[in-house]
T-cell receptor, first 115, second 116 residues
Framework: AQTVTQSQPEMSVQEAETVTLSCTYD???????LFWYKQPPSRQMILVIR??????QNATENRFSVNFQKAAKSFSLKISDSQLGDAAMYFC????????????FGTGTRLQVTL | DAGVTQSPTHLIKTRGQQVTLRCSPK?????VSWYQQALGQGPQFIFQ???????QRGNFPDRFSGHQFPNYSSELNVNALLLGDSALYLC???????????????FGAGTRLSVL
């Protein structure tokens, strides 16, 4: 079974600074996708960024980028120029390739952004 | 373009009762997945519906059942409620098929179920 581990229950960053959230996963599959979702107090899970396992290039979305280390099964999220609105729970998630596949989530990292 | 909508927002039930939660997928999506998120935890997969059939199921008892309608909306039913069923129930929709943009799951704001 696939597992996703987030070892940082809480992180804090000052506004305008950079922070990296860690995620490791375990799978025997070769075709899979990795995601970072953000869950603010409003509860809605918002997709931040995704990475296809077959792509060597790390995904980027504006201030958000990932460091995807396939051999190490590591998938960290870097947030640059942190903003107050970035404060939320961040969940790393895994999905096996194919059309019928669930998301497996980690336990989340709570990110605080301070002035 | 409306995103994923869920109703009700919040629900309070007592042990032994039954509950139905509803989900309307994002426009154009044909697949609905349901997740249970206990306090302080990541979401856990309950089941996924496609073409009105349960396509995949997580490790949840038969008390949890669902349905998908021809318009792709979905219901989650939980019978004989237990205190441990108290959680945030999230619905996610996606478009089935091959390709990079397919199968990306978009979530609703959830239904908070409290069982007393």
């Amino acid at each position: 079974a696939q597992t996703v581990t987030q070892s940082q229950p809480e992180m804090s960053v000052q506004e305008a600074e950079t922070v990296t959230l860690s995620c490791t996963y375990d799978t025997s599959e070769s075709d899979y996708y990795l995601f970072w979702y953000k869950q603010p107090p409003s509860r809605q899970m918002i997709l931040v960024i995704r990475q296809e396992a077959y792509k060597q290039q790390n995904a980027t979305e504006n201030r958000f980028s990932v460091n995807f280390q396939k051999a190490a099964k590591s998938f960290s999220l870097k947030i640059s120029d942190s903003q107050l609105g970035d404060a939320a729970m961040y969940f790393c998630a895994y999905r096996r390739g194919g059309t019928a596949s669930k998301l497996t989530f980690g336990t989340g990292t709570r990110l605080q952004v301070t002035l | 373009d409306a995103g994923v909508t869920q109703s009700p927002t919040h629900l309070i039930k007592t042990r032994g009762q039954q509950v139905t939660l509803r989900c309307s997928p994002k426009s154009g999506h044909d697949t609905v997945s349901w997740y249970q998120q206990a306090l302080g935890q990541g979401p856990q997969f309950i089941f996924q519906y496609y073409e009105e059939e349960e396509r995949q199921r997580g490790n949840f008892p038969d008390r949890f059942s669902g349905h998908q309608f021809p318009n792709y909306s979905s219901e989650l039913n939980v019978n004989a409620l237990l205190l441990g069923d108290s959680a945030l129930y999230l619905c996610a929709s996606s478009l089935s098929g091959q390709g990079e943009v397919k199968n990306i799951q978009y979530f609703g704001a959830g239904t908070r179920l409290s069982v007393l």
